[in-house]
């Protein structure tokens, strides 16, 4: 799928995202915060998630769900769209 929408989806279910950076710079754009350069990296960081403290963990959830809701809520991608089509009258 190229848009990953399926990583958004995750992040907003309430999961935590890890993934070798894809060499893609758009894709970086909006998942960079959860992308790792070699997975040795990534796996370091899977593990010290594991070791964080439940609160821990429920507040980096919720604020993977805030950004996903701030950024790409129907609402959100509506006004984007409608400034994109105003821009062409």
Do not use: C, P
Not at 27 to 50: D, Q, T
């Amino acid at each position: 799928e190229s848009f990953h929408y399926s990583f958004a989806e995750g992040l907003l279910s309430g999961l935590q995202g890890f993934y070798n950076m894809w060499d893609n710079t758009v894709i970086k754009e909006f998942w960079e915060s959860w992308g790792y350069n070699s997975e040795s990296e990534m796996l370091e960081s899977i593990l010290k998630w594991e070791k964080l403290s439940h609160e821990q963990k429920l507040n980096q959830l919720r604020k993977n769900r805030d950004y996903i809701i701030s950024n790409f809520d129907s609402e959100v991608i509506g006004e984007k769209y409608l400034k994109l089509f105003k821009g062409y009258d």
